[in-house]
C-alpha cells in the first residue's frame, strides 16, 4: 500500500543539518489519475519558505518519553512575522514539537530530547540559555482557555508584574495596548476590574492571547486555541492571528484543515512523528508533493 510504502522509505541515514529535499515538478493529471507519485527523501520542502528571513531553525531534532520516540529527525524552519500550521492525525508529534520551541517538555519527567532549536540567535536547548528569558519571547496559548482566578485587568498585568514591573502607569498602558492587540478591548474596558471567569469562553481564549502579547513576545506559540470555541468565536481568533501576524511569528497546532488554509503562510504535515512535507500552503493543500499528504488533506486518513 502507498502510504507503508511511503513510511518504510530509507530516511534514517545520517544526512547533512538541514538539506531538505525540494519538491518534485508537479504531476500531470495522468499520473495523478494513476496514483504515480514521488517517494523523495522526507520531508518535502517547498524553496519559497527558505526565502523569507528565519527566525525558529529546527535542526535534526529527535525527542524521546522515557524509550519510546515521539519526534523523528525533524528538520523545520519558520520565517519571520508568518504563520505557520502544523497538521496531522492525532499523536503524530505537532504539540511536543510546539512544546519545544520555549522548551515547555522541560517540565516533563523523562524526556530526552537530541538536536538543536535557534530562535533568532540563540540556541534553546544550550546549557547556558536562561528558559524564563527564552519563554518571554515564545508566549504560548493553550487549547483550554486558562485565565487566573483575577480581575481582566491582572490577568493581562500578571507577566509584567512577576518580572518586577510595578509602575501603574506603565502597566495601564500595556492592559490597554495588550487588550487592543488581542481585539477585546473595547468588550471590556469598563469592565476591567471583574473577574476573568466571568468571560465567555472566546472572550477568556482572547484574554490569554493578550496576556501572553503584554510581554512583548517575539513568537505566539497556539496549541488547537479554537478547538473548545463555537464558529463565530473561532472567526474572531482567526481574524486575529492575521493581524497579529504583522508583528509577530506565529506557529499554530491545528486538526481543522479549513483553518489551517484560511490563517497560515506555511503549513507542516506530520505523521507518526515524522515531518512528512511542508511548504506554501496554498501549494501543500492544491498540489501536494506527497501521497500521504494528499491522502490526509482529503480525509482518506486521520
Not at 524526556?111 to 528558559?131: F, L, Q
Not at 487588550?179 to 481564549?205: F, N, Y
Request: aromatic share 6%.
Amino acid at each position: 500500500m502507498m502510504i507503508t510504502g511511503a513510511i518504510d522509505m530509507d530516511i534514517d541515514d545520517p544526512r547533512p543539518v538541514p538539506e531538505p529535499a525540494l519538491l518534485h515538478a508537479p504531476l500531470d493529471g495522468a499520473a495523478r489519475r494513476a496514483g504515480i507519485f514521488p517517494q523523495p527523501d522526507l520531508p518535502l520542502t517547498d524553496p519559497s519558505v527558505l526565502s523569507a528571513p528565519t527566525l525558529l531553525k529546527v535542526e535534526r531534532l529527535n525527542l524521546f518519553y522515557g524509550e519510546k520516540q515521539a519526534l523523528d529527525d525533524i528538520n523545520l524552519q519558520v520565517a519571520r512575522h508568518s504563520v505557520m500550521s502544523f497538521i496531522g492525525p492525532s499523536g503524530c508529534g505537532k504539540s511536543t514539537l510546539l512544546r519545544c520551541l520555549n522548551r515547555m517538555n522541560d517540565l516533563i519527567d523523562d524526556v530526552r530530547i537530541e538536536g538543536r532549536v535557534m530562535m533568532g540567535d540563540t540556541d534553546v536547548y544550550a546549557p547556558g540559555t536562561d528558559v524564563i528569558s527564552l519563554r518571554k519571547r515564545a508566549g504560548m496559548v493553550f487549547q483550554k482557555s486558562n485565565p487566573f482566578p483575577k480581575s481582566i485587568y491582572e490577568n493581562v498585568a500578571y507577566g509584567l508584574r512577576i518580572q518586577g514591573q510595578g509602575d501603574r502607569v506603565v502597566l495601564e498602558e500595556a492592559v490597554e495596548r495588550s487588550l487592543k492587540g488581542a481585539g477585546l478591548w473595547e468588550e471590556v474596558k469598563d469592565r476591567l476590574k471583574e473577574s476573568a471567569q466571568g468571560l465567555s469562553g472566546g472572550q477568556q481564549q482572547r484574554l490569554c492571547i493578550a496576556r501572553a502579547l503584554a510581554v512583548r513576545p517575539e513568537i505566539i506559540l497556539m496549541d488547537e486555541p479554537c478547538s473548545a470555541l463555537d464558529p463565530i468565536a473561532t472567526a474572531r481568533v482567526e481574524e486575529l492571528i492575521l493581524e497579529l501576524k504583522r508583528e509577530f511569528t506565529i506557529v499554530i497546532v491545528t486538526h481543522n484543515m479549513q483553518q489551517a488554509a484560511r490563517v497560515s503562510d506555511h503549513t507542516a504535515f506530520f505523521w507518526m512523528g515524522k515531518l512528512i512535507e511542508t511548504g506554501l500552503t496554498e501549494k501543500l493543500f492544491t498540489n501536494p508533493g506527497h501521497r500521504m499528504t494528499e491522502d490526509y488533506i482529503t480525509g482518506r486518513f486521520g
